[in-house]
């Protein structure tokens, strides 16, 4: 399994909430048409405890994720009639973009519980096999946590056959932690940015999620 993860900022000359309501509908109805897609969630980030000031600085507002059986299953849908619908749309409300090639690995499966809180972290710099390591180990020593989907950086790019500008922003890594309750994430987001250089390269984005497939 692969999964394609984008980085986006809206458009300048847009809300936040325009942003939100076209990402969800008509462009998030067209994505989730896309053959051969297994799982397409939309990750808004959202102004939230937990959310610490170097996810703020990067302005991330959105980050969709659609994973597929393969390489092979990607191409099809990348270059699909329905892709370039897509891409035409995105220009309506993305203003940059970045996207990640990842390995997703489920270590622990969130249960489906609306009351989950939810949390992208994310470390800019060099792609850094370390870097995944050391969170992984350090989610696994947390309290309160009830979901751990753990990424393999593969290739990092503009978005393809798109004409949004490229968000020039590169990911050291990447990974999706579910916790209990606030509490049990506002404990753990210290730990979870680390120390050392990590200090100053990770970003922790508290997300609302909207599954479409």
Not at 142 to 157: F, I, K, P
């Amino acid at each position: 399994m692969i999964a394609a993860i984008s980085l986006m900022r809206r458009r300048p000359d847009i809300s936040l909430a325009q942003f939100r309501r076209h990402w969800l509908h008509p462009h998030g109805t067209m994505t989730a048409e896309l053959p051969g897609t297994r799982h397409y969630v939309q990750h808004h980030t959202i102004e939230a405890p937990g959310t610490n000031a170097y996810a703020r600085n990067l302005a991330i507002d959105g980050i969709p994720e659609l994973w597929f059986d393969d390489y092979e299953a990607r191409r099809i849908a990348y270059t699909s009639p329905r892709i370039a619908d897509c891409n035409v749309d995105s220009e309506q409300f993305v203003g940059e973009v970045k996207r990640l090639v990842t390995e997703p690995d489920v270590v622990v499966a969130a249960p489906p519980d609306d009351r989950a809180v939810r949390v992208l972290v994310i470390a800019t710099g060099d792609p850094d096999v370390a870097w995944r390591d050391r969170i992984a180990v350090c989610i696994s020593s947390l309290d309160g946590v009830t979901g751990y989907v753990r990424h393999t950086l593969l290739e990092q790019a503009a978005a393809p056959n798109s004409r949004i500008p490229g968000l020039v922003l590169p990911i050291a890594g990447f990974a999706q932690v579910t916790f209990a309750s606030e509490a049990a994430l506002l404990a753990a987001n210290e730990a979870l940015v680390g120390s050392g250089s990590d200090a100053s390269r990770t970003a922790i984005y508290r997300v609302e999620d909207h599954l479409l497939v």
